[in-house]
């Protein structure tokens, strides 16, 4: 059984970086064609894929993002990180990561494949 775990700080100050770690288990995410994906929700708005590192690591990125989000894994560990720089009150939200054949914002609507349960993120002084 696939399982995802985000790990991270739950306050953040402005202008720091966020960095977020999403541990998989049940599955390497060096195999077969899977996406690992950073989704988040904001207070009162929808899912936002963020980005997504594949099987080979290769990363993808929302444009939304303005190049602040950069995704990376360590396959030793079986877990890939989000860093997100520049951060600011709106960057406020739940931040879950995934696994799936698919990946995009249009993907994202769907929640399809494996969640995890998400974490809590405040950026706040």
């Known amino acids: 059984q696939v399982q995802l775990q985000e790990s991270g700080p739950d306050l953040v100050e402005p202008s720091q970086t966020l960095s977020l770690t999403c541990t998989v288990s049940?599955?390497?995410?060096?195999?077969?064609?899977?996406?690992y994906s950073w989704i988040r929700q904001a207070p009162g708005k929808g899912l936002e894929w963020m980005g997504a590192i594949d099987t080979t690591g290769y990363t993808y990125y929302s444009p939304s993002l303005k190049n602040r989000a950069s995704i990376s894994r360590d396959t030793l560990k079986n877990q890939f990180t989000l860093q997100l720089t520049s951060v600011t009150p709106e960057d406020t939200a739940v931040y879950y990561c995934?696994?799936?054949?698919?990946?995009?914002?249009?993907?994202?609507?769907?929640?399809?494949?494996?969640w995890g349960r998400g974490i809590q993120v405040t950026v706040s002084s």
């Open positions: 049940g599955v390497s995410i060096r195999t077969n064609v899977y996406y």
């Open positions: 995934s696994r799936d054949q698919n990946y995009g914002s249009n993907w994202v609507t769907g929640r399809r494949g494996s």
